[in-house]
């Protein structure tokens, strides 16, 4: 059974905690503390006062795990995330940009050639946690135990590094993707790669939706089974990979997808996405030009003007009023004027159709904490809420804050809300245009603003 048990951060830890991927990573808010379980064992806890932990050596070509004592940042950062280990293995070993490892669903891409899933992997292929956004190299493959080198593992204390982790063949919490241009022990077998190219045109755009369309051209008419679109955020976050089978040998022929209708995807209105067409022909992806166009209509309302509210709040908020405090402000924003103004008198100053509160006319999430309301048509059109920490001291406490009320924003919005890690000092949940969450280190201090529309 378990030996070590692999949970995310923030997470009840038996053994080890895990940090989320990469820079611009979906961060998963669905899970629930406790019940993560995993194969994944053995292996050992070592001091990470060297840097390098462990090694591997493909090709002749040593490339080092490495860790520096843990902060923010180790999660997201270009050196020592875990995904930046994978990034760096394929960039040393054989010279190519590996990306899209965003989320727990996300299939590696990489700059020539493709990754495929595979039950059978082999040294250099990839590992991709289910659950916690987790990647990592296979370094040895003894039977059914696969053991592998991988970055920001650590132990409860997150002041040991895991080396040496195995995991068993056949537990679903892993997959494990291959390279066609990892041979493996199979010898040098040259790679052929076609003359396929993408002609965009004719894309149709909505408030919520978008029809895009392609001709691929095919100049030595090969019999095509496979082709699809990916479609980014506006950050170049991947939110969906569609593949379908096709039978496809002419010169020239079309593709096009329904946003909504055959992807079912719901896009924002005056939002900017981006996406991108692709072929599959012997196991290697052809892709077109990544894409980018703005959908139609008026964007969600910006938190940009946040900077007008005070930064005077009470005591830290408390997640025990978690739920409260999102029925609270959904109450807010669906008031008349006049019920805004029964509850919160007048606003301390307005800018435009923006009415800005005192901390001490809303009190939600047991402390109190600047209201910003805009308005349109004698009704609350967006409430915006924004606490200000202390000091930088209250750092770690605002982020356990932050991922505690995304979870409950999910209960009381009843869908799940996207995450996005844009950098190490700043992170947003959003709910499909009716809600957004943000943590930020503004001037080093941390803030959490919500908006409910």
């Given at each position: 059974?378990?030996?070590?048990?692999?949970?995310?951060?923030?997470?009840?830890?038996?053994?080890?905690?895990?940090?989320?991927?990469?820079?611009?990573?979906?961060?998963?808010?669905?899970?629930?503390?406790?019940?993560?379980?995993?194969?994944?064992?053995?292996?050992?806890?070592?001091?990470?006062?060297?840097?390098?932990?462990?090694?591997?050596?493909?090709?002749?070509?040593?490339?080092?795990?490495?860790?520096?004592?843990?902060?923010?940042?180790?999660?997201?950062?270009?050196?020592?995330?875990?995904?930046?280990?994978?990034?760096?293995?394929?960039?040393?070993?054989?010279?190519?940009?590996?990306?899209?490892?965003?989320?727990?669903?996300?299939?590696?891409?990489?700059?020539?050639?493709?990754?495929?899933?595979?039950?059978?992997?082999?040294?250099?292929?990839?590992?991709?946690?289910?659950?916690?956004?987790?990647?990592?190299?296979?370094?040895?493959?003894?039977?059914?135990?696969?053991?592998?080198?991988?970055?920001?593992?650590?132990?409860?204390?997150?002041?040991?590094?895991?080396?040496?982790?195995?995991?068993?063949?056949?537990?679903?919490?892993?997959?494990?993707?291959?390279?066609?241009?990892?041979?493996?022990?199979?010898?040098?077998?040259?790679?052929?790669?076609?003359d396929f190219s993408f002609n965009y045109h004719s894309l149709?755009?909505?408030?919520?939706?978008?029809?895009?369309?392609?001709?691929?051209?095919?100049?030595?008419?090969?019999?095509?089974?496979?082709?699809?679109?990916?479609?980014?955020?506006?950050?170049?976050?991947?939110?969906?990979?569609?593949?379908?089978?096709?039978?496809?040998?002419?010169?020239?022929?079309?593709?096009?997808?329904?946003?909504?209708?055959?992807?079912?995807?719901?896009?924002?209105?005056?939002?900017?996405?981006?996406?991108?067409?692709?072929?599959?022909?012997?196991?290697?992806?052809?892709q077109g030009a990544k894409e980018t166009f703005t959908t139609?209509?008026?964007?969600?309302?910006?938190?940009?003007?946040?900077?007008?509210?005070?930064?005077?709040?009470?005591?830290?908020?408390?997640?025990?009023?978690?739920?409260?405090?999102?029925?609270?402000?959904?109450e807010l924003a669906r008031s008349s004027e006049q019920a805004?103004?029964?509850?919160?008198?007048?606003?301390?100053?307005?800018?435009?159709?923006?009415?800005?509160?005192?901390?001490?006319?809303?009190?939600?999430?047991?402390?109190?904490?600047?209201?910003?309301?805009?308005?349109?048509?004698?009704?609350?059109?967006?409430?915006?809420?924004?606490?200000?920490?202390?000091?930088?001291?209250?750092?770690?406490?605002?982020?356990?804050?932050?991922?505690?009320?995304?979870?409950?924003?999910?209960?009381?919005?009843?869908?799940?809300?996207?995450?996005?890690?844009?950098?190490?000092?700043?992170?947003?949940?959003?709910?499909?245009?009716?809600?957004?969450?943000?943590?930020?280190?503004?001037?080093?201090?941390?803030?959490?603003?919500?908006?409910?529309?």
């Open positions: 059974m378990l030996k070590k048990e692999m949970v995310k951060k923030g997470w009840k830890a038996m053994g080890m905690k895990m940090g989320i991927a990469a820079a611009a990573v979906i961060i998963g808010l669905t899970a629930v503390p406790g019940t993560a379980e995993a194969k994944m064992s053995n292996g050992s806890f070592v001091s990470i006062a060297g840097g390098a932990v462990d090694s591997i050596t493909v090709n002749g070509v040593k490339v080092d795990a490495l860790y520096e004592p843990y902060n923010s940042g180790t999660n997201t950062d270009t050196t020592y995330s875990c995904a930046a280990f994978v990034k760096r293995f394929y960039r040393d070993v054989y010279g190519r940009d590996v990306y899209g490892l965003n989320s727990t669903t996300s299939v590696p891409q990489i700059d020539q050639g493709s990754f495929t899933e595979t039950n059978s992997p082999k040294v250099g292929d990839i590992l991709r946690d289910n659950q916690s956004v987790h990647w990592a190299i296979v370094k040895e493959v003894n039977g059914n135990t696969v053991t592998l080198i991988q970055q920001n593992a650590w132990n409860g204390d997150y002041n040991k590094a895991w080396v040496g982790a195995k995991a068993e063949l056949g537990d679903s919490r892993y997959s494990y993707f291959t390279w066609n241009g990892n041979n493996g022990n199979s010898g040098n077998k040259q790679q052929v790669y076609h149709e755009r909505y408030d919520t939706n978008a029809v895009i369309h392609t001709k691929v051209n095919n100049p030595e008419r090969l019999h095509v089974k496979k082709v699809g679109c990916y479609i980014y955020d506006s950050n170049g976050s991947l939110i969906k990979r569609h593949e379908e089978n096709c039978s496809r040998n002419e010169s020239r022929f079309n593709i096009w997808y329904d946003f909504t209708g055959e992807l079912g995807v719901t896009l924002t209105p005056g939002t900017e996405y981006s996406y991108q067409f692709y072929v599959i022909y012997d196991n290697v992806e052809y139609t209509g008026t964007a969600s309302k910006a938190q940009d003007d946040t900077v007008e509210m005070s930064r005077e709040c009470g005591p830290a908020p408390s997640l025990d009023y978690a739920k409260d405090g999102w029925l609270s402000l959904q805004l103004h029964d509850r919160m008198w007048d606003p301390e100053k307005e800018v435009g159709n923006k009415k800005y509160y005192a901390p001490e006319r809303c009190g939600v999430f047991s402390t109190m904490a600047p209201v910003m309301a805009e308005m349109g048509n004698d009704r609350v059109d967006s409430i915006t809420w924004k606490y200000t920490y202390p000091d930088k001291s209250y750092k770690a406490e605002s982020k356990e804050f932050y991922e505690g009320v995304a979870e409950a924003g999910n209960e009381v919005l009843g869908m799940t809300g996207t995450g996005i890690c844009e950098n190490k000092n700043h992170m947003t949940t959003t709910w499909n245009g009716v809600a957004s969450l943000q943590w930020s280190m503004e001037e080093g201090v941390p803030t959490i603003t919500i908006t409910v529309e």
